[in-house]
T-cell receptor
Framework: AQTVTQSQPEMSVQEAETVTLSCTYD???????LFWYKQPPSRQMILVIR??????QNATENRFSVNFQKAAKSFSLKISDSQLGDTAMYFC???????????????FGTGTRLTIIP | DAGVIQSPRHEVTEMGQEVTLRCKPI?????LFWYRQTMMRGLELLIY????????DSGMPEDRFSAKMPNASFSTLKIQPSEPRDSAVYFC????????????????FGAGTRLSVL
């Protein structure tokens, strides 16, 4: 079974600064996907960024980027030029690749509550 | 597209009553997932469907829970009888099992149903 660990329950940073959220995972799978989801106070789960394990290049989406270290089983999220709208719970999630099915369940970490201070 | 639609947004009921949660996935998506979010257990998968067929229901807590997907555009999660420990936010998510690598494996979530069992 897979496990996902987020060791920072809460973080806060000043607006416009850069912040990095940590995530580690444990799996025996060689092919999988990693995700960061954002859950603002509205409760909606919103995809921030996705990384395929077979890709060495780190994924980026505008101000959001990841540092994927496959050997260390680490997947951190960096938010640059943080904005008030980034205030939310952030969940790291793992999905193993299943060739025939094509999809599988997401296994989530416990989340990091990020507050952007004006 | 309107996204994944869940109803009701909030549900308050008394212990012992039957509760039905509803989900309309994104049109064309062939996978549907039901997750539950609680403070104690975080986000966990209850069940998921592929082409309306249940694939993995190992997360369903007990026989009081049942889920159906009678067609590609509708799913229900039923709790009968409900208990206070069922109080949680229930999310539905859908995704594509085919298509471009960019489209596959990304689960899109509804806004969730907050269930309170008194």
């Amino acid at each position: 079974a897979q496990t996902v660990t987020q060791s920072q329950p809460e973080m806060s940073v000043q607006e416009a600064e850069t912040v990095t959220l940590s995530c580690t995972y444990d799996t025996s799978e060689s092919n999988y996907y990693l995700f960061w989801y954002k859950q603002p106070p509205s409760r909606q789960m919103i995809l921030v960024i996705r990384q395929e394990a077979y890709k060495q290049q780190n994924a980026t989406e505008n101000r959001f980027s990841v540092n994927f270290q496959k050997a260390a089983k680490s997947f951190s999220l960096k938010i640059s030029d943080s904005q008030l709208g980034d205030t939310a719970m952030y969940f790291c999630a793992f999905m193993k690749h299943v060739a025939l099915l094509g999809n599988e369940k997401l296994t989530f970490g416990t989340g990091t509550r990020l507050t952007i201070i004006p | 597209d309107a996204g994944v639609i869940q109803s009701p947004r909030h549900e308050v009921t008394e212990m012992g009553q039957e509760v039905t949660l509803r989900c309309k996935p994104i049109s064309g998506h062939d996978y549907l997932f039901w997750y539950r979010q609680t403070m104690m257990r975080g986000l966990e998968l209850l069940i998921y469907f592929n082409n309306n067929v249940p694939i993995d229901d190992s997360g369903m807590p007990e026989d009081r829970f049942s889920a159906k997907m009678p067609n590609a555009s509708f799913s229900t999660l039923k709790i009968q009888p409900s208990e206070p420990r069922d109080s949680a936010v229930y999310f539905c998510a859908s995704t594509l099992g085919t298509g471009t690598p960019q489209a596959k494996n990304i689960q899109y979530f509804g806004a969730g149903t907050r269930l309170s069992v008194l």
